[in-house]
């Protein structure tokens, strides 16, 4: 078909790519070529099969999203780039600058729709699409805001994205990442509850705050919630009365 759409899905998480998958194969002319876990696999998969559409995560193990456009480059391959995430206001304000569009999870059809069709209308009207503003994402990675944490030896910078939870320990805290081993931080939990403040964090008991990106549970009767990412698995000890708070919000 001479005006099919020929997409690639980049995302770690399978349920969100088997549902970019699923909305995609809804429209006729879109074609779904590959589904990818990760960057080098996505890399390898774009030189095969040069896509029009890259639907593209950002934050994943081994690589994140900007590192795929980076590999990108110095290459003939420039797919029109299109983000899926789960990322802040902040983040976001600098994608829609840099991308050709960005899905917000958890998305629907109607999102998928929209996308589509503002592409197929470019197209239509013979207007290409700019395929560079990929590259001026990657003169914007500094409005994406790091949190800064004193060590014990140093410093460390923080994608709040990228925490599970956080834990207290006495006057530390630990931090429990998706894509990293933990780490512990000289700074009380009530500071660094302080510095989540504009992030989609909820403290659930004196000791405990999670992202409440991967909350999938919460558990009244034994006075737990459960935050998930793949196949991590934490059941997190809350107060009641902040249950309470959470499953109110």
Not at 5 to 19: A, Q
Not at 118 to 131: F, S
Request: hydrophobic content about 40%; aromatic content about 8%.
């Amino acid at each position: 078909m001479a005006n099919t759409i020929k997409t690639i899905i980049v995302d770690d998480e399978p349920n969100s790519r088997d549902m970019i998958d699923f909305l995609l194969k809804a429209s006729k002319d879109v074609q779904v070529l590959d589904k990818c876990d990760n960057i080098t696999q996505a890399f390898e998969s774009i030189k095969l099969h040069n896509p029009d559409i890259i639907f593209l995560d950002i934050e994943m193990p081994g690589g994140s999203g900007f590192d795929l456009i980076q590999m990108l480059r110095d290459t003939p391959y420039n797919p029109t780039v299109v983000f899926v995430t789960a990322y802040n206001q902040f983040a976001i304000k600098a994608i829609k600058h840099a991308a050709f569009d960005y899905l917000l999870k958890p998305i629907d059809i109607d999102d998928i729709n929209d996308t589509l069709a503002r592409y197929r209308e470019k197209q239509q009207n013979g207007i290409k699409v700019d395929k560079s503003k990929a590259e001026l994402l990657l003169e914007h990675l500094d409005e994406f805001p790091k949190l800064k944490f004193n060590m014990r030896n140093g410093v460390l910078f923080v994608d709040p994205d990228d925490i599970i939870w956080c834990e207290a320990s006495g006057s530390y805290t630990v931090l429990h990442f998706h894509s990293r081993k933990d780490e512990v931080i000289s700074v009380s939990l009530k500071d660094v509850e302080q510095q989540l403040i504009q992030f989609p964090f909820f403290r659930v008991s004196r000791s405990a705050i999670i992202n409440l990106k991967y909350l999938t549970k919460i558990d009244r009767r034994n006075k737990v919630c459960i935050v998930q990412k793949n196949d991590m698995v934490f059941k997190i000890t809350g107060s009641p009365q902040q249950l309470k708070l959470l499953e109110n919000r």
